[in-house]
């Protein structure tokens, strides 16, 4: 099964990216697949293409990453491009003033994964919210002037195990486990 280990997003603030989203959707000509507010998250690591057998030892890794942080805030504010403005693939907003406790849950995560023999990331870790993508084949102009996202924040309080199902109309995301940030004194 196609799985992901992400901070999900409280239904407030996917509301306000999804207002957002409305605010400048007619910006980009169509080019832009816009990720659907109910679909948003940070991913964490993102694991492709894993079997049954191996979600024990998601879980493990899950549970013992989260018991190393207590829950944090997390900011989002700015919108950002991937490669580049000059050769956008994807959107994202920017994970401000708690964007480093995410980076800090990555490298425990990854570490535990990497011991029971998951591959590391080649790329390093960024942490961002994508909301959008480029349509393939498709070049885009990114306009000169865009809408700012009003800033906002959110309590974190746990990671997730998500599963994705591709299908025409998008993907379809199932929690397949979550374990909550409780750091143990």
């Given at each position: 099964m196609r799985t992901f280990?992400?901070?999900?997003?409280?239904?407030n603030i996917k509301e306000k990216v999804g207002d957002y989203l409305d605010s400048i959707r007619g910006m980009f000509d169509n080019k832009?697949?816009?990720i659907i507010p109910g679909n948003l998250h940070f991913t964490i690591k993102f694991l492709g293409e894993v079997q049954q057998s191996d979600i024990g030892v998601l879980e493990e890794c899950v549970s013992n990453t989260a018991s190393g942080f207590d829950p944090f805030v997390i900011g989002l504010s700015g919108?950002?491009?991937f490669p580049s403005e000059r050769n956008p693939r994807v959107i994202w907003l920017g994970a401000d003033g708690g964007g480093d406790r995410l980076l800090e849950v990555y490298h425990k995560l990854e570490s535990c994964l990497e011991h029971h023999g998951f591959d590391r990331d080649s790329r390093p870790f960024s942490p961002h919210l994508t909301i959008g993508r480029v349509r393939k084949h498709l070049k885009l102009v990114v306009p000169k002037e865009i809408n700012e996202f009003e800033p906002v924040s959110f309590e974190v309080n746990s990671l997730a195990i998500i599963k994705s199902v591709l299908t025409p109309r998008g993907p379809v995301y199932e929690r397949l486990f979550e374990s909550g940030f409780k750091k143990s004194i």
């Open positions: 280990i992400a901070v999900e997003i409280p239904e832009m697949k816009w919108i950002g491009f």
